[in-house]
């Protein structure tokens, strides 16, 4: 790592984060102004008020500048989305975990200013105003999440245009397009008008937003004495002249590019998750081939540019939760999740000279922010997976591995050209797009074994005694498994309906109130369509619900079906009175529903069948039916934390889980639950049709003694490729460290299911004695990679 | 349809051979070496295993046994070795896997339908089926039926093996068997009588034969401290392996002492409690013994 990215790192990760009311204050000042002005053009408007006043901030030695606060690590808040209240403030300001400081000054303004503005006119407020008793309840019960109660809906990545196309040309576009409105035959052409006005308003804001860091880059660069750094300055004041005004000429300036469009998306909303560059490494190729040939970049050059944008979103630490999250959120995460390898857009492997520098750069500036996972192809070498799991067996959990194949298959089952799928990838966890083309909306986590439960209570949640459900009856009455599963599918219907009610009115909200002109320049086909991001103008309108604890439904599921109605060794009544008590005074039955039920995740079919049931159940409660922006609903397999929070308002379940305890994560096994090695997991995980979904997540442990040496990264090149030969979309390695092993060796039950190289052989660690164990633990802290 | 007694199925074993493997554990053995890893493939008969701290004394093993042969104690729950048929009834009547059946008959065709499962893994990765053990030629018909619906199947095979049998088995099974893992353990006559219990001729004899008919072999080697890493062994095996028509590579497998929790569970004693594994730079020594001999060494499975 050169020096330069050293100190900017350091800079980067020592700041604590806190809050800045800059954005709020200025989002205010500019909402006070009078005037009628249609939706799209006052955010805009509030949009340019804001780029013009915000403090420009360059960093000692930055290649690339501009953040969305007024200093590293300063983060903005969103008040007409959700304002936070001074108990939120101080919250964020004490929490233990991941808190954000917040000043005296930011408290002041948000006690006299902004608190008394935005009370009573924030979407958050609107949105729960709207939503149906039967919303709420189920809201309140933990049946699902929102995710637009805080943030904005954004969840989409950039393509490849603004790499050709600068905003100049942009707004020569949105110019024509409004040319061509048909006024006469068009009823819709004055709304279209106004929305290509907003866009035009937001393109200029961002353009003079570069300027202005020209302008205080040449007034440092005139005052500066190092002539070095003097250079610098100025040729990155010239870079800030040339982008975003025009389209970038050099690998420097598409990276400047990316990210003075990268802060105008996150400052004109807080849209949810992700926004990245997406295929970064196809996206510079063209620029580096160029410049190299040329003599004018060399490898060390690209990788330092390259390490000082990384830096950029390390200084954005996501913007904080308000309300009762505010105190469990537990991420500076925001989710930027940089694509690299995959396919070209004519199908060739995508694999190319800069894929390599940018794993140099995940593995060198070893960051949390920007994310990274690599997107594998039966196309691409071998050679990129191991670059890749030699990065991954360090043990901090980047990159992830996705199938390219399987990605590209799922976005063609949506109806996607073959070209935008391969231009498209995977954002946020796991979620599959068509990048630069589509907005797909994740609406919510979706919480299977809290409506597996209610369905054991016939429509009761028994946390609370209240009616919440559908009236599908007394199991106790249920002669068959079928009776059983036919009423949860009746379960899951209704209160799928529920969300899908509630989301088709908060879409509306955004739609209507608070349009994105700006985000909506760089997804097509919005400036042709003149229709907004928010309001169906993406070529592809995708919204998702996220399914989690798969794993904890099968398992109820085949627990019962092995017992109550199986050998009848246990009769539902007793089944039911043991989930009450929470299994106390019933060992001997939780240990039979433990230790003596098939599990998911051991590649047997008496549980993997009703993993499949419960995804069949959730994919026709779902799959096609109409979001309000032309789009259709579809699912995803993913909890990012949720599944802990899902855990916390789930009481004791018929797979032996005790009340309370986190559920199965992603499409892993329940946790301990798999017991025949990674094999039986992947063949198990992989008997879900992925391509039917926009994403699934699964995880793996291993030991780093497991993964070590040539042989090691071979082995996992392999289960890899097999995974994705089976149609596997996502896996994720983590490698335990000796702190795991520790734990595992306190509380064996929770751990059963982790694997250890014990000397020339495998075996689970909780299986063996604890001398050995502590052998272990000692050599695994001793290992060094 | 044959049948035949294992004790485990291992997937994603990885040390038995190329690729991602299954490895299947043929229960029963003809030697008894003081080290044995898996005690519980030495006896061909099934046998009950005990952990007593997964034990919930929940009393339903004592209450479950046809041969009232449990009994409650302090320490856990007492079998009478003279009543237990290990019959595995009180295994079944656990819930907390403190009691475990070791062993398990299993036919050809059931045994084909588990190793088949990860097909897709052996693929991928140039792997297949180890038979393992024990001594896996003890269930020779079981064995042979076993390798015969593998190259059936077109699954890569290999077999581990003491090479204490007969050479008229030995070589039958060469037509189904791409790899043989074939251990050598001591070279001396009588030390390895000491160590295993039984002599080496007819395991030295037959490696020579396997050897000479150019089967694939890879000589493994356990080094166990003050067994058989002592110099004058180990070049002994070099010299041995040297002398071999076609030279096989040679594996190197340090002792561990990872085996004292299954000896304990199941009631027997371990002589190798206390022994510590053998140095890396002892290993890495003793490694360049072969390599001076001109046989390809690796160290581990």
Redesign the interface.
Known sequence: MTERLRALREQSVSIQPYLSAERALLVTEASRVSGVHSAPVARAMIFAHVLEHKAICINDGELIVGERGPAPRATPTYPEICCHSMQDLEILHTRPKIPYAVSEEVRAAYRDTLIPFWRGRTIREKLFTEMTPAWHAAYEAGIFTEFMEQRAPGHTVLDKKIYHRGMLETIREIDRTIAGLDFLGDPSAYAKQEELRGMRIAAAAVIRYAERHAEVLEAHAAACTDPVRKQEMTHVAAVCRRVPAHAPATFHEALQMYWFIHLGVVTELNPWDSFNPGRLDQHLLPFYLAETQQGTLTDDAARELLGCLWVKFSNQPAPPKVGVTAAESATYTDFANINCGGLRTDGSDGVNEVTYLVLDVIDEMRLVQPSSNIQVSRKNPDAFIKRALHIIRKGWGQPSIFNADTVIEEMLRQGKSIEDARDGGTSGCVETGAFGKESYILTGYFNFPKVFEITLHGGVDPRTGAMIGAPTGDPRTFTTMDELVAAYRTQLRHFIDIKLRGNNVIERLYAVYVPTPFLSILIDDCIARGKDYADGGARYNTNYIQGVGIGTLADCFAAISAHVFGDRSVSMDELLASLTDDFAGH??LR??L???SPKYGN?DERADAFMREGFEIFYDAVNGRPNTKGGVYRIQMLPTTCHVYFGSVTGALPDGRRAGVPLSEGISPVQGADR?????VL?SAAKMDHVRTGGTLLNQKFTPELVEGE?GI??LT??V??YF??GGHHIQFNIVDAATLRRAQEHPAEHRDLIVR??????YFC???K??QDEIIERTEHQSF | MTTGTIFNIMRFAVNDGPGIRTTVFLKGCPLACTWCHNPEGLHPAMEVAYRPDRCAHCGACIEACPEHALADAPEGVERAVDLCVSCGTCAGACVTDARELMGREITVAELMKEVLKDRVFYDESGGGVTFSGGEPLLQYDFLTGALAACRKADVHTAVETTGFTSWERLSALIPFTRLFLYDLKVMDAERHRQFTGVSNLRILENLRALAATRAPVTVRVPLVPGVNDDEENIRAVARFVADLGTVPPVHLLPFHAGASGKYHALGMAYAMEDLRSPSQERVQSLASIFTAHGIAVHIGG
């Open positions: 060992d001997r240990g039979l433990l230790n003596r590649d025949n090695g990674p094999t039986a063949r042989k071979d082995h392999r289960l490729r097999s030969t089976m014990v000397a020339g052989y495998s075996d299986d063996l004695g001398a050995l």
